[in-house]
């Protein structure tokens, strides 16, 4: 399979433009000739560049107004394809898109277009050319792959093929079952991108609200599944228009894409069976739950943040057998705190102060998900092992941090007794009643959210949820939730749009640190709040407004109002159940504790306290220009 990626879809100039798709993985590339016009070199010096870099041009691209039009704009047409031969002749490409006409001279009819391309076609071949046809969603007369495909059809020439656009088919919500009419040899190239599912002009759409297979709510699975079945063998191409990406950076969005491809196909395999495609990595992996959360921390942070955690009823039960290293715990909960002056934990802290710098995941098997990880494109992390430390798997996640892999083989399931050795002259903490994590708050600049998002959906049997606004009175937050089938597993991915916003403050303050809070999870969310109000903990004072909305928003009885009040509760309910929160005031630079109860099925967040919540947050703040402590 040669994967591909249209060079309109990541910023930069030509050169970095391709140095990043080679880099990232892909075999050949789209040249969009705006890129080619834009850049200071002659054809051929562009094909000698693209081939030093190992690929291959699976396209030149656009060709525009074409097919259908009276003379004499139609001889004007076959000159310009003839210019357009001569320089894709020069650079070595072969393949040349047309699309569908918008042309308001072109007169439609199906064997007028053929005829033209039979024309074309016949003009191609004598120079060893070819050339595709492709509907766009909103082309004059032709805007179905259905039609393109009779146009190609009674062309009848061999080197006259389609091209199919994932989003032109789906955007226009066209069965893309019908692709398996269509014989596979003659498709000649077929793009791919996903969209969010948004109610807007299909050109704007198409051309700046484009993302990666996965990114978006495109049955672009279904429509792979379609094109393999045709028994198609050419490039899978990303043509994606998208105007994050293009002021992203190169590297990460051509990552991005390639991983996108690999996960699609790994998807289509598993979904297509009979055409006996082989998956080339182990399944996404389920997750069972979080096993622990390592923060980096020095001493005076360590003393500070232990002290918290016995406020929260957690307890010092080990030290690791060779390291400065704490093991906290309460209930299944596992906080580790690294106090080490070398190794990763140490140069995450330099750099970003109190900081998780490690997340252990438990999963079914360690050795799979690694092997997944690497599979698409993660990067392995390994460092020098201690006296006493046991190999665990584990990889870089998006934003720097470690991923650690723990599954119930014999030896990484002993993993504290083996690493750590109990302290017997600690008392047992009284415990709260804090029992699991909840989940985990990782912030990001808003640019990053769909990196982080594919990251996790494409290694993990996860979904993304919808996303949501959190209003900051600074800006906004768009915050969404990856989750594991089973409610194992949950993430909360938030992207700030600027740096004022408490999650952007986080971003920067932290120079990209990224867990800013961590949810618990209790049974009992009063006996806890008791419990811990009882260690010394003080809960994050809620202000009087919000228990005043919350009592008309879901008309709350005044008692139930007056004793979340007493407790700073937060609460929230659907249809399926109810939530409660409370949280911990600001630690280090910017991080806080969350601490939850759901009752019933209530699947979310609390969204609609998030507001008050960060007001509430904000007012700890120091103000600007003042020492923070
Ligand atoms: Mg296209
Ligand atoms: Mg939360």
């Given at each position: 399979m040669l994967t591909s990626i249209a060079t309109v879809s990541i910023a930069g100039d030509l050169p970095q433009k391709l140095q990043a798709?080679?880099?990232?993985?892909?075999?050949?590339?789209?040249?969009?000739?705006?890129?080619?016009?834009?850049?200071?070199?002659?054809?051929?010096?562009?094909?000698?560049?693209?081939?030093?870099?190992?690929?291959?041009?699976?396209?030149?691209?656009?060709?525009?107004?074409?097919?259908?039009?009276?003379?004499?704009?139609?001889?004007?047409?076959?000159?310009?394809?003839?210019?357009?031969?001569?320089?894709?002749?020069?650079?070595?490409?072969?393949?040349?898109?047309?699309?569908?006409?918008?042309?308001?001279?072109?007169?439609?009819?199906?064997?007028?277009?053929?005829?033209?391309?039979?024309?074309?076609?016949?003009?191609?071949?004598?120079?060893?050319?070819?050339?595709?046809?492709?509907a766009l969603a909103w082309g004059k007369h032709v805007f179905d792959h259905r039609d393109a495909w009779e146009v190609v059809r009674r062309a009848d020439h061999p080197a006259v093929g389609l091209i199919l656009d994932s989003f032109h088919t789906l955007a226009r919500r066209i069965d893309p079952d019908t692709i398996r009419r269509i014989p596979g040899d003659r498709i000649f190239i077929v793009q791919l991108a996903d969209a969010p599912q948004i109610e807007m002009d299909l050109l704007y759409w198409s051309r700046h609200f484009r993302n990666m297979p996965g990114e978006g709510d495109l049955?672009?699975?279904?429509?792979?599944?379609?094109?393999?079945?045709?028994?198609?063998?050419?490039?899978?191409?990303?043509?994606?228009?998208?105007?994050?990406?293009?002021?992203?950076?190169?590297?990460?969005?051509?990552?991005?894409?390639?991983?996108?491809?690999?996960?699609l196909m790994d998807r289509v395999a598993r979904a297509e069976p009979a055409l006996a495609l082989v998956p080339t990595m182990p399944d996404r992996i389920p997750v069972q739950g979080v096993e622990f959360v390592e923060f980096a921390a020095d001493a005076v942070e360590a003393q500070m943040l232990g002290a918290l955690l016995r406020q929260m009823g957690f307890a010092p039960v080990a030290r690791h057998v060779s390291k400065d290293v704490t093991l906290w715990r309460q209930g299944d909960i596992n906080v580790v705190l690294n106090q080490e002056r070398t190794g990763f934990a140490a140069s995450a802290h330099a750099v970003q102060g109190l900081t998780v710098c490690d997340i252990g995941l438990k999963v079914a098997s360690a050795a799979d998900t690694v092997t997944r990880a690497t599979a698409l494109g993660a990067d392995i992390f390994a460092q020098p092992h201690a006296e006493g430390e046991l190999d665990i798997p584990a990889i870089r996640g998006v934003g720097g941090g470690v991923l650690h892999f723990l599954d119930d083989s014999v030896e990484l399931s002993r993993v504290w007794n083996t690493e750590f050795t109990s302290l017997a002259d600690t008392a047992p903490g009284t415990g709260a009643g804090l029992r699991r994590i909840d989940h985990l708050a990782q912030t990001m600049s808003y640019d990053e959210m769909l990196t982080w998002t594919l990251f996790y959906t494409s290694l993990f049997e996860t979904r993304a949820a919808a996303m949501v606004d959190v209003v900051d009175p600074a800006g906004l937050v768009r915050s969404r939730a990856i989750e594991g089938l089973d409610g194992q597993l949950r993430l909360t991915l938030n992207g700030a749009e600027n740096q004022r916003t408490l999650a952007g403050r986080f971003i920067a303050e932290t120079l990209g640190s990224s867990v800013q809070h961590i949810a618990f999870a209790t049974d009992d969310i009063v006996a806890t709040a008791r419990a811990m109000a009882a260690l010394g903990f003080a809960a994050l004072p809620v202000s009087a407004n919000y228990y005043g909305d919350l009592a008309v928003r879901l008309d709350l009885p005044e008692e139930r109002i007056a004793e979340l009040q007493s407790m700073n509760l937060f609460y929230d309910r659907d249809d399926s159940g109810e939530f409660f929160q409370f949280y911990s005031g600001l630690v280090g630079r910017g991080m806080f504790f969350e601490v939850v109860e759901r009752r019933g099925a209530y699947g979310g967040y609390g969204a609609a306290n998030a507001p008050f919540r960060v007001a509430a947050l904000r007012r700890q703040l120091a103000p600007a220009g003042l020492p923070r402590l």
């Open positions: 798709i080679a880099a990232a993985g892909f075999g050949g590339v789209e040249i969009f000739e705006q890129d080619f016009l834009a850049h200071d070199a002659s054809p051929e010096e562009v094909g000698r560049m693209v081939r030093d870099h190992g690929l291959t041009i699976t396209l030149f691209q656009p060709f525009r107004d074409f097919e259908g039009l009276p003379e004499p704009d139609r001889a004007r047409a076959f000159d310009r394809a003839e210019r357009k031969f001569d320089l894709m002749g020069a650079m070595g490409a072969d393949l040349l898109l047309v699309c569908s006409s918008i042309h308001p001279k072109a007169m439609g009819g199906i064997d007028r277009a053929a005829e033209d391309f039979r024309e074309l076609g016949e003009r191609a071949s004598t120079r060893g050319l070819r050339v595709g046809y492709e049955d672009v699975t279904g429509f792979m599944r379609a094109v393999v079945a045709t028994g198609y063998q050419g490039p899978i191409s990303l043509e994606i228009f998208n105007d994050q990406f293009r002021g992203g950076n190169p590297r990460v969005i051509a990552e991005d894409g390639h991983r996108s491809l690999l996960h």
